[in-house]
């Protein structure tokens, strides 16, 4: 309840909001939770919420590729070779007379995959690996800790690249699965570092007094305080997701053509010339909209989630 | 002092022999790296054998490693599997191209974020702020491949339409690149571009980070303290508040010492400059594990170097924190 408390000022201004009437009969106060709070910060947090909309008609224009594309995916038009953008091709074509707007359509639909995949793998390792380390201790936190180390001093980019190059690479399942076993450690240490601090609180050892046993004190008691934490890193973690994926596809150990990704459609635009500078401009623009959107998303789940961790406001 | 350094330094060497281990097991585990020799029809499979046997390869994982560790310590890293030209002069050449490419990043970040971020806290929520508070948004969201691509782009188009040279779009150095000065001058023209596109992102967190620090110690008790004595407001940013905001930032520079190498590996790979991203990469694609052990380790110990700097260096900040 401490953390319902510490909420409290940011929720004085909302009760002035919808719930006018209840107050003018001066009677019934409705009870509201935590969460109720959380929602009504991060629906008054307008950049955020013009994030979430542009994010999730871009998410659902890429997940809807097949029905929206204008041209398929890997329709070559020998009539419309290298055109410049129009309102027949509003990303232009490439030499071969693909329509980048249908492909960069498709490539949205694979690098979602990817960064989906790579935050629900890593937020999932994370937090349990996170729990257990912060919550026990002992020798698997020093695991938790080395490999952390390890990461301090090799290039994450450069363990990437040799882990794509011999797993091999080219599915987008594949690669999401070596981002998430590169990143789970982001979020096992902000885990692991939460509940170093609320295995200490009263609730924590009045559970215990009750009889809880650790998995319940785990996942009953501990996890819904650090939920906030958890949300916004796995948040930001998509983003860094999307940006790495397209840096190696980029490099040529991602995703592979013919199969676009925001990656590998840059490459080919690039291979294809830098005359046709739209090729380059377009889909790198749309990794631009993407991050942003989730870099001011994730910031509205911080205010809202985390109402204790107040930013020097932008 | 000195024992600190040497601790620090005697601490890591586990750390680096974890790291390669590790990277050195799951390279020969998951893939044969004699396969690129036997595509070769040149080698004969006994030369295939003779190196097969130098490297250790016909022995456990283990005992490769082992080969592999003798060999850099006391050859330099010795040759790699597909060519017979040594590791070590190829690796120093390209880092130090590498380094000066970096060490200008690094400079130039450093300064203009540190004045963005100095600006936007002494002037919060003036015009000039919130200019740099969305263009750091969007820097953040750039990836640094796009950024350089669309540099490369812009400037092209400027030589091809105009004929003015402005900044060369790709590789270190012109085919004739003079003496003295005019080597100087040719050479800052072709790292120009690379050097802006790293800058971009680093800008953008450091100004951030900057003016998060400076607003924190603006805030501060001790401010107010040197504000009430009467101290000239320059002098109160200037010796109070600007030298304890750097504290933080230094810390954070150095932890993304690494983050800037990988962003080299792509940039380099853009503007064909002959750095240690594009030795990496050529190395990756060769398929050949000895090099891409020597690039690790090589980068390993500038990180661990620079992580030592950046702590040596905040104690002589803040002489609050004592090294025993």
Redesign the interface.
Known sequence: MSKAASAEPAGIGALQGPDESAFETGLDLVARSQWWYARHRFLRHRMAMASLVVLTIIFLAGAFAHELAPYGRDNLDLQALSQPPSWHHLFGTDQLGRDYFSRTLYGIQSTEKVSLLVAFIATALGVVVGAASGYYGGWLDNILMRITDLFLVVPALAVLLVAAKYLGHGSAFRIAIILGLLFWTNIARIVRGSYLSLKEKEYVEAAKALGSGDLRIIFRHILPNTIGPIVVSATLLTGLAILTESVISFLGFGILPPTPSLGNLISDGEAAGLSLWWLVTLPGLTIVLIILCVNFVGDGLRDALDPTQRRVRA | MLTFIIRRLLL?IP??I??TF??FV??SV??NPLAQLYQNPHITRAEIKTIAHAKGLDQPVVERYWVWVKEAVLHKFGTGLTSPLPIWPQLTRVLGHTLQLLVSVLVLSVLIGVAVGIFSAIRQYSIFD?TA?TLS??G???????IA??L??IF??IWVSWHVRIFYTSGLSSVDPGHGFHFLLDRAQHLALPVIALCMLSVAGYSRYM??SM??VINSDYTRTARAKGLPEWRVIARHVFRNALIPLTTQIA?DF??L??GA??TE??FALDGMGKF??TA??A?DPYP?MA??VV??IM??LF?LLADILYGFLDPRIRYE
């Open positions: 890591s750390v680096l974890a790291a590790l990277i799951f390279v998951s893939s919130y508070t948004f969007i953040f969201a750039m990836p640094v491949f796009w691509l669309i490369q782009v092209t188009d003016r998060a607003l924190e932890l690494g983050g190498f990988a590996v792509v790979q853009i990496y990469i990756l694609f398929g891409v690039w690790l980068v390993a990180v661990i992580n």
